[in-house]
Structure formats: C-alpha cells, structure tokens
C-alpha cells in the first residue's frame, strides 16, 4: 500500500458559542482537513488545527506548508511506516507539528482500515470502558459564568472547566462563583492559558482558591518557565498541570528533572500526531505522572484521533475533547451523548467525512499528485 494523493482542504469550523481564552476569542474555529488516498482505493482522514499562540503556526503557514512541503515527501510511502514518515517529515521542515499532526492522523486511519480494525487497536487495545469530558466556560463576568456552569450541571455534565487569565482579581471571583453554584461534588478544573503571566501572579490566586477543591490548575505562567511553574508547584497544595510548555520529548525531559508538574496535557496539535504523543505517555508514566489528551477543538476527525488514544491508555486518565460539542456544523460526526464520547469499533477512526458540508465550509483546497500540485 502506498500513499498516492493528498487533498488539502482549509476550512472554518462555525460555532455554537464565542470561544474566549486569555489570549484570543475565536467566533470559529480555523482548520485543516487532509485526505490521503492510496493506491488500493482507500482513504485516509486526518487535521490540523494551528494556533500561532502556542504551536507557532498559522491557518494560512499550515495550509502552504502541507501542500508544499509535507504531502510530497509522504507521496508513495506507506502508511504503516509511520516512523520513516515522522522522519521525512521532520527532515524536510522543523516544528510545525499541527501540519504534521493531519498527515499522522490520516496515517493511523488507513492503518485502521487497510488491517480492519480501529485505531485504539494499534495503541494499546481497549483500557477504559468509557470517555467523558468536562464542560469548557469561556471567559466571561463571573456571574453569567456561574449560571452557564449551573446549566451545564442540569444537562448531566459532573465536571466543569474554567477559562481564566484575562484579569486576576477577576479570575478569583469567576473560580469562586463557579464552584458555589455547582456545589462541592462536580469536578473543577481551571485553566490560565499562560494568563497570569508570572509566579508572583499566580501565586496570589492560588492562595486565594485553596478552599475552592480545585482537581488542578492548568498553565498559570507563560510557557517557557518551567522554573516558575516548579516553584508554584511546590507552594501550593493545588495540583498543577503544565500544557504550552510541554509540545515534544525535549520539555518532557525538562518538566520531569525540574519536577515543574503533577500532570501533563498533551494535545496532537502540540506533539505533532498519535506517534509522537504515545512517546510522551510513556515518559510521563515513568516519572510517576498522569496525562490528558487536550483539544484545539478539533472537529469529529482530530477529536477521534485523540478519543482513540485516550481510550487505549491506561495513564491518560482525562480528556478535554469539547470540540464537537461546540462546533455547530461538523464535518464528520464522532459519537456524543451528554459528556459522553462513544468510539466507534469500526475500522480506521471510525468516523465519515461529509463531503457536502466539507464543501460548504472549504475556503480554499490542493490536491497534490507525486509533485504535481492542482486546485480541487
């Protein structure tokens, strides 16, 4: 079997509701959709979803890159060489893992399919019985998000998760007003997306959210201190999770000697695809820690990839994979009731592109041809 085609489709995943961080607020969500075909008809579905804040990439660098540098290089190999793939790769362009991410996503789908099996089969088997994730409150004033984590509650969910960094003071008041709307027995996660900047900073909130039962507080300082994120660690009884600072093997390294995190998030779109993440699974367990597959909210295709990790591993013990819960209008339908993710048993990712709507939402699309290039 050997990779024939890919088409590259730039897309704009709509949404139910503003997505609002500390950094950015997204009305929709920018993505990329590859499909890699082969030379025995099958077809392989893979995405990226860039963000410039923490891989580096842009919708448009991500988008050019594929088409010009990535998808020829992997034009007549075959998928399950996923190793020489990865390599090729990273020998023609370095970083850029979101890019890299869509070509290892639609790899493990033809793996699936040409062997007819799912992909959780190849990553470990089957460990957990059932996937949840938490519901996401984007940035708001504390009241308005108090009500949306009440109804959030009301609709089944039993864990919630907090967007703060946009003002301190404030961040303080939406914690607390979330958790006395919710009670003591749903999960509470908070997020600062690098918000609050500094040890100093994120020192003083976390002192001032002891008694909030936190489950852990996720990036409070910018990415590249792993040394404040270590001392926080240390000073605080709030378990704490690093996500910008960890993309590869190189900052796993560094966040275990520096002992700068409880968990890790690790996200496709960071580690560049279900390869490279598998080895930072297997470094986190070593050191003794926990991991969570993350989301840039992905559409149905990424956020099966990362729902077929989650589900084969026994140290991933969360998932944050909202993304078809928020997208209005999806370019493939993973399986979702409540909180719940249901993983399809079929072969490949177990999910079906929706050709019609793939067209709706396409800005622009490539198809590259051994080193031909043509608009689809």
């Given at each position: 079997?050997?990779?024939?085609t890919v088409c590259v489709h730039?897309?704009?995943?709509?949404?139910?509701?503003?997505?609002?961080?500390?950094?950015?607020?997204?009305?929709?969500?920018?993505?990329?959709?590859?499909?890699?075909?082969?030379?025995?008809?099958?077809?392989?579905?893979?995405?990226?979803?860039?963000?410039?804040?923490?891989?580096?990439?842009?919708?448009?660098?991500?988008?050019?890159?594929?088409?010009?540098?990535?998808?020829?290089?992997?034009?007549?190999?075959?998928?399950?060489?996923?190793?020489?793939?990865?390599e090729k790769m990273n020998q023609?362009?370095?970083?850029?893992?979101?890019?890299?991410?869509?070509?290892?996503?639609?790899?493990?789908?033809?793996?699936?399919?040409?062997?007819?099996?799912?992909?959780?089969?190849?990553?470990?088997?089957?460990?957990?019985?059932?996937?949840?994730?938490?519901?996401?409150?984007?940035?708001?004033?504390?009241?308005?998000?108090?009500?949306?984590?009440?109804?959030?509650?009301?609709?089944?969910?039993?864990?919630?998760?907090?967007?703060?960094?946009?003002?301190?003071?404030?961040?303080?008041?939406?914690?607390?007003?979330?958790?006395?709307?919710?009670?003591?027995?749903?999960?509470?996660?908070?997020?600062?997306?690098?918000?609050?900047?500094?040890?100093?900073?994120?020192?003083?909130?976390?002192?001032?959210?002891?008694?909030?039962?936190?489950?852990?507080?996720?990036?409070?300082?910018?990415?590249?201190?792993?040394?404040?994120?270590?001392?926080?660690?240390?000073?605080?009884?709030?378990?704490?999770?690093?996500?910008?600072?960890?993309?590869?093997?190189?900052e796993m390294r560094e966040v275990?000697?520096?002992?700068?995190?409880?968990?890790?998030?690790?996200?496709?779109?960071?580690?560049?695809?279900?390869?490279?993440?598998?080895?930072?699974?297997?470094?986190?367990?070593?050191?003794?820690?926990?991991?969570?597959?993350?989301?840039?909210?992905?559409?149905?295709?990424?956020?099966?990839?990362?729902?077929?990790?989650?589900?084969?591993?026994?140290?991933?013990?969360?998932?944050?994979?909202?993304?078809?819960?928020?997208?209005?209008?999806?370019?493939?339908?993973?399986?979702?009731?409540?909180?719940?993710?249901?993983?399809?048993?079929?072969?490949?990712?177990?999910?079906?592109?929706?050709?019609?709507?793939?067209?709706?939402?396409?800005?622009?699309?490539?198809?590259?041809?051994?080193?031909?290039?043509?608009?689809?």
């Open positions: 079997m050997k990779i024939t730039a897309i704009r995943l709509p949404l139910k509701r503003p997505f609002i961080i500390a950094y950015a607020s997204y009305e929709d969500m920018p993505s990329i959709i590859v499909k890699v075909e082969t030379d025995n008809g099958l077809v392989g579905l893979g995405e990226a979803v860039p963000d410039q804040n923490v891989t580096g990439e842009t919708w448009e660098s991500t988008y050019t890159m594929l088409v010009r540098n990535l998808a020829p290089v992997v034009i007549g190999e075959n998928p399950f060489d996923i190793e020489r793939i990865h023609t362009v370095w970083g850029a893992p979101a890019a890299k991410a869509a070509i290892d996503i639609a790899c493990y789908d033809l793996m699936g399919k040409a062997a007819g099996q799912p992909v959780y089969h190849f990553l470990g088997g089957k460990y957990h019985t059932t996937l949840s994730f938490p519901y996401v409150l984007s940035i708001l004033e504390p009241e308005a998000m108090a009500a949306e984590a009440r109804q959030a509650v009301a609709a089944g969910y039993d864990s919630i998760k907090i967007k703060v960094g946009a003002d301190l003071r404030t961040d303080i008041q939406r914690i607390r007003a979330v958790r006395q709307a919710v009670g003591p027995g749903i999960g509470l996660r908070v997020d600062a997306n690098q918000g609050w900047e500094n040890r100093a900073n994120s020192l003083l909130a976390l002192k001032q959210i002891e008694d909030c039962h936190v489950d852990w507080m996720e990036q409070p300082v910018v990415a590249d201190d792993l040394d404040a994120l270590a001392d926080i660690r240390r000073q605080t009884t709030i378990p704490i999770m690093v996500d910008e600072g960890l993309h590869g093997t190189k275990i000697a520096k002992k700068a995190a409880d968990k890790v998030n690790i996200k496709l779109m960071k580690s560049g695809g279900i390869y490279p993440a598998l080895k930072l699974v297997n470094q986190a367990e070593m050191a003794g820690m926990e991991c969570q597959i993350g989301s840039m909210l992905e559409s149905s295709i990424g956020s099966a990839a990362g729902a077929h990790l989650s589900l084969a591993k026994k140290n991933i013990i969360s998932n944050e994979l909202a993304g078809p819960a928020i997208i209005s209008r999806d370019v493939a339908e993973l399986v979702i009731h409540g909180s719940q993710i249901f993983v399809s048993d079929q072969p490949g990712l177990g999910v079906e592109l929706d050709e019609a709507v793939l067209a709706e939402l396409t800005d622009k699309s490539e198809q590259v041809i051994g080193v031909k290039r043509q608009p689809v």
